[in-house]
């Protein structure tokens, strides 16, 4: 009887993840609650092993977040943002997109919507670091590019909310 290395699917990222980079993701996910070092390394090593994979970057800025490692996070949600906007063929600047809402439309392809939702990170992630007006713009920004809130928005709009009052 031979030995079967078993990952367990802790997270489910998106159906077209390349394998080893799902298997990675999958192994730092696992070790991220007990040793973050080897967690950081093996989500470093997916992204190195494809840097196009939006995923990678998700796992990536939400490890750094949840280590409050909000300097690291912004860092990785920043390269992520500027990833999905060359894979979309639009500009990187939220700006430039809300002055031209009419050839946007952020629900038709992958890139399109990993930008959305890693713009709210951006956002949670000012927000966490007392950046509020800085936060409260890049949050204006998503509503007029998420008429429909698909990104989920909404939530930290009523918390930046909350800490403007």
């Not at 993840?17 to 070092?37: G, K, R, Y």
């Not at 906007?85 to 939220?94: K, V």
């Not at 509020?132 to 008429?147: M, N, T």
């Amino acid at each position: 009887m031979s030995a079967v290395a078993f990952i367990e699917e802790r997270v489910t990222f998106c159906p077209n993840i390349p394998t080893e980079v799902n298997n990675l993701l999958q192994a730092a996910v696992a070790a991220s609650s007990v040793d973050q070092a080897k967690a950081e390394n093996l989500f470093l090593q997916a992204q190195t092993l494809d840097s196009h994979c939006l995923q990678t970057y998700f796992a990536l800025y939400k490890f750094y977040f949840f280590q409050k490692r909000l300097v690291d996070a912004e860092r990785i949600v920043l390269a992520g943002l500027e990833e999905a906007s060359s894979q979309g063929g639009f500009p990187n600047d939220c700006r430039q997109l809300v002055g031209n809402l009419q050839k946007w439309n952020g629900y038709t392809k992958e890139s399109t919507l990993f930008y959305l939702y890693t713009l709210k990170a951006l956002a949670f992630i000012k927000l966490r670091q007392g950046f509020s007006v800085d936060a409260q713009l890049v949050l204006s920004q998503l509503q007029q590019l998420d008429p429909e809130d698909l990104s989920g928005a909404s939530v930290i709009m009523d918390l930046a909310a909350g800490v403007s009052e």
